[in-house]
């Protein structure tokens, strides 16, 4: 699976206000605090990979365990990802570490989800960082067409996606470090 997404900073109100005019499904907002691990066996920067634990508060907690591979594209912030859901943190953390994965970095936002036209469209407010809007999908395989629908999305919010940023927020974070 290919979760296709394009990323830019951009005011939020001036887009809430296009997400409301346009009768976009408002899901909810939620607390991310997202924490990336080194592997024992390779630098995940030099090979352009992730590991990540996500805890998503709202009226709960969920966690997840993420992997996402190299981008795939020039065009967009394309990847490969496998998740699946966690019923123990803790217990995670321990796994992690006793294969020698330890915690590099954590990337904490409120996020707040649209959906449009097929689309997931995310108000992100990243700590140290500031707002961004992100427009996301999974595909199969049709990398392209996934890529153009969220460029049309962004251009009816009215934000330039050629001004789209392909570096993570932990990328971003780093490097503001």
Do not use: W
Request: charged share 35%; glycine share 6%.
């Amino acid at each position: 699976m290919y979760e296709v997404e394009l990323k830019v900073r951009a005011d939020h109100e001036r887009v809430r206000s296009r997400l409301d005019d346009s009768n976009a499904d408002r899901v909810g907002t939620v607390v991310q605090e997202d924490t990336y691990y080194d592997a024992p066996d390779r630098d995940f920067a030099e090979t352009d990979e992730a590991l990540r634990v996500r805890e998503e508060r709202d009226d709960g907690v969920t966690t997840c365990l993420t992997y996402k591979g190299p981008l795939v594209e020039a065009e967009s912030k394309t990847r490969e990802e496998a998740e699946t859901a966690v019923a123990d943190s803790d217990g995670l953390a321990d796994i992690l570490s006793g294969l020698g994965y330890e915690p590099a970095a954590t990337v904490r936002k409120e996020r707040t989800r649209y959906h449009v036209r097929g689309y997931t469209v995310s108000l992100d407010t990243v700590e140290g960082l500031g707002e961004f809007v992100e427009v996301e999908t999974e595909t199969e395989s049709d990398v392209e067409t996934a890529r153009n629908g969220a460029r049309d999305v962004m251009d009816s919010l009215g934000v330039d996606p050629d001004e789209q940023i392909r570096t993570s927020y932990l990328g971003l974070l780093l490097a503001a470090e």
